[in-house]
């Protein structure tokens, strides 16, 4: 099959899309049908552009009716090939040519709703192990495992395996697990060691706050064991860490040494064994019910439809029929496929007559998408050497000798040819007076002056802008440097984020995705213009329009005669009550796109700064309104013009409200090394030098067995290692982090991620056409440009250092010299800011008006007194009539205590959890005797008079929420008694002194309890049957009526 397979290495620059084209119309030449051509690649510009590409050369050779004749093919990204193959050979392979493809984004959504129930039931069993081995997201875990499973067509049957095999992996890497009874006896052990270090701690004559520290933390995991919970296997670890100083160090060494022996404890082995299973037989079984759903509803996601044409392809009636049609497949950026689009297309070109294949091993970045690096190069190495293109277009000589020097040692090392990295430069050659290659050195120890460094080096070009000559992409004629020629590539998006806005308070425009749209003025306008279409009584909406189109005395017209009489103000009001009688007949969308003509917000906005990212901020609100009906459609929900109001909300509230980027040639450039594949810029900084690798092999991989690359089968041996850490926050667990890092997993792991920072800084060095800047501190403590160190020549020798010492320098990489220009800079200062304008709220009338809080607390409601009358009821003599503890303290010890008591709990069980109770709080009057009468006596009293029947359920710490009017509350209720008639509400409290000292007491808790009644019978509809305050300590049940 590889005979027809013409494999083409494309470095960056070499010109691509150029080399498709020509390629194309010269097998038309030898006979290709232009609709017999399959053409992919992976962005929907990119296929436009082809598409664009493939038609204009054959118009240009007067070959107009093959150029028509292109649009017979399938020529787009790959889903939309799929797509198109599917709709067309529906009823061949049983399918319907209607289903709908579900939104990009949008299958989580249907994934949730799809597993809910398998989800739920699986959690009783997971969420106790989530909790003991500190893993979050464990649903995220299982999206993660079905959608790697699918895009690399691992069956249900092989998920089991891969449960299997990631728990034996793993296990080989802990010690062997103690019997369990000595694991039992181990947990005792503990617990009394615990006890004995913290009533040891301090040793005589130890004052040091280290060892006060020590001993806190022993009593917070104490608390933890006294609450009943199990400690997590990252407290066993701590427990064998925590220490003292030297006087006390001899105190917690037998606590160290039992809590060290934690890996070797079956419960762990048990735990983490379960965990790993459990995931896996939920995903297998998850992944059943989500394509079951999605079949019922006729929904197909973006994998099913590689799936489905992958078996389409492999049906012989359908294949017998491609072959006739098609004749040459051209798949663009080939080393971003994931492993079942390589299936699907190693599978086409045994259908063609001609296969090319156009990529580049270097560029592939997108590891966390789907791709796999490691299997395109096992399909380059079974199909053999390709053709490389051998010029650079796009970048100065002096630049593309540099990156072939630097990525051809470094390449090297990984065993990529030479011949496949290096790269002559075909753009002439400028002159400038600064060299193309530039080093800034930060006088600075940490990121905000790093950031305030960067940006006064941009502001340093930017002033002395004509001096450095840039060749124009377009005209290729040398012209002056401007700010959108200038494009900062960082790490993440929370470093393009502070990047970006150090560059606006400096008053230098950065364009960046942002979020913030609906905040926006121009989208304020048309969503109140919006709202006012909705609802003629909606004011906020009213006042929202009169403040953005200035309306004189609006404010006072409002106090005087009310928001209707605003509307007289403007004709825009009219013109929205007018046409609010149309909206029955209109989409979401169109009712939108009404709100902006009506309010004429295109012309406001070109009336406003920047006009070009007001005008495109409002598309972009429309695209968001657009997606609403598409997520609509396929949630299959009733789409309404509301519930696009309702959808913006949530959009902000997610931080998800994505603002149009800004363009321009006044807007420096800020975004991710990832994004910036596939754009140049003339001149191209690259942040974060210091940038290490993360030697980590936890969590969900694909690995494949070590038999031999099958390109008739090339997902074949293919499996899902999935490890948990289960060690929380820490990062290093002694013993275990080694045997981790020297087991060859780790090894491969670390390999894979110098292979993947390798190529994205060839993808970042790449980008720039007349001048790279490498931006990194100066040489201190760490490494500041770990980044390029960590990569070495043939000879072991690190490839280059960046030069220090201010000044134009010669930097040797490879087998040439390079001139250099370092500049040391230090923070800068803040810039000039964009003027603010100013507004003045009208002056107001002589008029005070008062407002109810947002929010009320129940505990400081009041009730008229003579509203209210008590009863009260001897429980027993009191337990304490004074006392020198903590109030605050006591409180806590009664309210913790009766939270956890139940009735059927054994005494000594009861009386242990006293005692560690009031330990923890160092209380000295109130005893575990007295708590254990206190919960005694309540019981035999609620068993008596509140509820002798014995048909109600105690809940304690029962949270209550409500709403009065605008007003929001909430609280817990100590106690609650569940009755079939309704609620009996018990409040503790541990207030001392003599009945009318208390009866007082009881009237300023009355409040409370009334608030507390109200919601309850405002949530189930039912009378209540009692509120009791009981005064634990005075031995009284205070009936409030």
């Given at each position: ?797 690190q490839i280059m250092s960046l030069p220090e010492i201010p000044g134009v320098s010669q930097i040797e990489v490879g087998k040439q010299s390079f001139p250099i220009e370092t500049v040391c800079l ?216």
């Open positions: 099959m590889s005979k027809n397979i013409k494999l083409i290495s494309a470095s960056a620059g070499s010109g691509k899309t150029y080399s498709l084209t020509e390629l194309f119309v010269n097998n038309i030449d030898k006979g290709v049908r232009p609709e017999g051509v399959v053409a992919t690649t992976f962005t929907k510009k990119a296929a436009q552009e082809i598409g664009s590409r493939f038609r204009s050369k054959l118009f240009e050779l007067n070959r107009t009716e093959e150029a028509q004749r292109v649009f017979g093919g399938y020529i787009g990204t790959v889903n939309s090939v799929c797509g198109a193959l599917l709709k067309d050979y529906a009823f061949e392979v049983g399918q319907s040519p209607t289903v709908e493809v579900l939104p990009d984004g949008e299958d989580g959504a249907v994934f949730r709703v799809a597993v809910s129930q398998i989800i739920g039931l699986r959690a009783k069993r997971i969420v106790p192990l989530v909790r003991s081995l500190e893993i979050e997201g464990w649903e995220d875990i299982v999206k993660d495992i079905i959608d790697k499973a699918r895009s690399n067509a691992i069956d249900r049957k092989m998920m089991l395996e891969s449960g299997r095999c990631s728990w034996e992996s793993l296990q080989k890497l802990l010690p062997e697990p103690i019997p369990e009874a000595e694991g039992e006896k181990l947990d005792s052990e503990i617990v009394r060691e615990l006890e004995r270090a913290i009533a040891a701690l301090p040793a005589d004559g130890d004052t040091t706050k280290g060892t006060l520290k020590a001993k806190k933390e022993l009593q917070a995991i104490r608390r933890t064991l006294y609450r009943g919970g199990v400690p997590h296997w990252s407290t066993w670890s701590k427990l064998s860490k925590i220490s003292p100083t030297k006087k006390s160090a001899h105190e917690v060494e037998t606590l160290h040494e039992l809590a060290g022996q934690f890996l070797a404890h079956p419960r762990f082995h048990k735990e983490v064994r379960q965990f790993i299973t459990l995931l896996f037989d939920c995903a297998s079984e998850a992944a059943g019910l989500y394509q079951q759903y999605k079949r019922v509803l006729g929904l197909i996601d973006f994998t099913d439809q590689e799936a489905l044409a992958l078996q389409m392809v492999e049906d012989k009636a359908v294949a017998s029929q491609l072959q006739e049609r098609l004749d040459m497949v051209m798949v663009d950026e080939f080393q971003d496929t994931s492993p079942i689009q390589l299936a699907l297309f190693l599978k086409l070109s045994k259908l063609v007559k001609q296969s090319i294949w156009v990529g580049d091993q270097k560029q592939s970045i997108y590891g966390f998408r789907g791709s796999d690096p490691a299997l395109m190069d096992a399909v380059i190495e079974a199909l053999g050497e390709p053709e490389t293109l051998p010029n650079s277009w796009r970048s100065q000589p002096a630049l593309v000798d540099f990156a072939s020097e630097y990525f051809a040692a470094a390449f090297g090392q990984f065993g990529l040819p030479e011949k496949r990295v290096r790269l002559t430069s075909k753009v002439t050659a400028t002159k400038p007076k600064h060299p193309h290659l530039k080093c800034w050195r930060f006088e600075s120890k940490n990121k905000t002056n790093d950031t305030l460094c960067l940006v006064g080096g941009i502001q340093s070009l930017l002033d002395n802008a004509s001096e450095y000559v840039v060749l124009d992409k377009i005209t290729r004629k040398e012209r002056t440097l401007k700010a959108g020629d200038i494009a900062v590539l960082c790490m993440t998006n929370a470093d393009c984020r502070d990047v970006a806005s150090v560059l606006e308070e400096h008053g230098i425009r950065s364009a960046i995705p942002r979020i913030g749209l609906m905040l926006r003025p121009e989208v304020v306008l048309v969503m109140a213009a919006y709202r006012c279409l909705l609802s003629a009584e909606d004011t906020l909406a009213v006042a929202e329009l009169a403040k953005i189109f200035g309306l004189e005395d609006w404010f006072t017209v409002a106090l005087g005669k009310g928001m209707g009489a605003v509307k007289d103000l403007h004709p825009m009001f009219a013109r929205l009550d007018d046409a609010r009688q149309e909206l029955a007949s209109l989409t979401p969308s169109e009712v939108l796109d009404l709100a902006i003509d009506l309010s004429e917000a295109n012309r406001m906005a070109l009336g406003w700064d920047n006009p070009a990212l007001r005008l495109a901020n409002l598309d972009a609100l429309r695209g968001h309104a657009l997606a609403y009906e598409s997520t609509c459609k396929s949630r299959r929900c009733a789409c309404t013009p509301a519930g696009l109001v309702h959808h913006f909300h949530q959009l902000e509230k997610n931080e998800s409200d994505d603002q149009a980027v800004g363009v321009g040639d006044d807007a420096v450039q800020v975004l991710t090394y990832h994004k910036s594949k596939g754009l140049e810029w003339p001149v191209v900084i690259l942040t974060r030098l210091d940038s290490k690798g993360r030697k980590n092999p936890f969590g969900l991989s694909i690995q494949s067995s070590d038999a031999q690359f099958d390109l008739d089968n090339p997902l074949a041996g293919r499996w899902l290692r999935y490890w948990p850490w289960p060690f929380g926050a820490q990062k290093k667990i002694a013993d275990f982090s080694d045997a981790v890092d020297e087991s060859d997993i780790a090894k491969e792991a670390f390999e894979q991620e110098r292979r993947e920072r390798l190529r994205l800084l060839y993808v970042g060095m790449t980008r720039a056409r007349d001048y790279m800047i490498l931006a990194a501190r100066e040489e201190g403590k760490g490494s500041p440009t770990a980044w390029l160190d960590g990569y070495e020549n043939a000879g072991g020798n230090t923070p800068t200062e803040e810039g000039e800011q964009a003027a603010i304008t100013q507004s003045y709220a009208p002056v107001l009338p002589d008029k005070t008006t008062h407002h109810p809080l947002a929010r009320f607390v129940p505990s400081s409601d009041t009730i008229d007194e003579e509203k209210v009358s008590v009863e009260f009821f001897e429980l027993g003599s009191p337990l304490l009539t004074k006392t020198t503890d903590s109030r605050v303290a006591q409180g806590d010890a009664v309210h913790a205590f009766l939270a956890v008591a139940t009735p059927d709990q054994d005494d000594a069980v009861l009386k242990a959890r006293g005692e560690r109770i009031v330990s923890s709080l160092g209380l000295k009057d109130l005893n575990a005797d007295m708590l254990f009468e206190i919960h005694h006596r309540l019981q035999a009293f609620i068993t008596k008079t509140i509820d002798p029947t014995g048909s109600s359920e105690i809940l304690t710490e029962w949270p209550i929420h409500l709403k009065r009017g605008l007003q929001k509350g909430s609280g817990w209720i100590d106690m609650l008694s569940r009755q079939p008639d309704g609620d009996v509400i018990i409040d503790h409290k541990t207030s001392l002194g003599d009945k009318a000292q208390l009866e007082k007491k009881a009237m300023g808790y009355a409040g409370q309890l009334a608030t507390y009644c109200e919601a309850l019978e405002t949530a189930t509809r039912k009378s209540n049957q009692g509120m009791w305050l009981h005064f634990a300590l005075a031995g009284l049940m205070v009936k409030i009526n």
